[in-house]
């Protein structure tokens, strides 16, 4: 087809709105570099994760706190590549303050990424004691299947490091440390990337078999069985919670017999621990179903 004289033809279109993009990403990425008041080292990123451990141990909840957070702004300007002990060691960081935020199912996913780094880890029985609900939400998260992956693009240049580990897939709804290396193994870029959230935009090749290579066969729908499992999961999460809360209830009753309390706590406990579970599923589906989604 002709394009219309002082129009902008459809190739044209593709192109400018690509390189419009780009300049976008440029200049939001800017700041973000520029944030960063020189070149943060891995060792430095070790010793604040060691004093947020220590600051948990210790039960300084500022000084845990604040650690967090200096690793946080530190990690995206790596100038080194990041090891898969390093990312454990963050990770179980990120598991500490979502517990601390009473956030279990965030506790839970933090505690898979930690142990997709580090699988032979064990949670200290200082830090965490039987019957601790930390330590629950560690059981929990070592009792639930891997998680799946998703392909990521390849780079035109350099590679791709994975919470610290050489791969070209990421998790599909896990938190976790992307880094891209240039040709000489220093890091391009060092992304945290919050659970099922997109990963940053970077010159690639176009993912085999994806609408980007060759002529695009069809759209992908939203897949029928993870929108089930998710809605599946969300209803028993929330039911498991009702039950939960009305055992916790009876436990605090000053009405409720003493030969009850041991059985009411069982079972606060185990219905709470099901509930966590199912709403972790519940998220992973959700967000596994999203992520298969293409327009």
Known sequence: MSSVPGSISPGAGRGLLAGLAVAGLLLASAPARAACGGPSTTAQVARLLSTADAAFSDLDEDAFRSAVAQTRNAIPCLAEPMNDSLAAAWHRAEAYQAFLDRDHAATVQAFRAMLGASPGYRLSDVIAPEGHPLRTDFEIAQGLPPEP????????????????????????ALPFVFQQLGEDGKPLRSVLIEQGASLPLYDARPLRGSSQDGARAGHRKLGAPLVAAA???GVTSASLYGISSNKASQFWDESTPDTSLDQLRRQTNGTAAGSVVAGVVAIGAGTAAVLTFVW
Request: hydrophobic content about 35%; glycine content about 8%.
């Open 231 to 233: 809605v599946v999961a």
């Open 149 to 172: 992956t998703r392909p990521a693009p390849v780079p035109t240049q350099g590679s791709l490091l994975v919470d610290g580990k050489p791969t070209q897939d990421v998790p599909a």
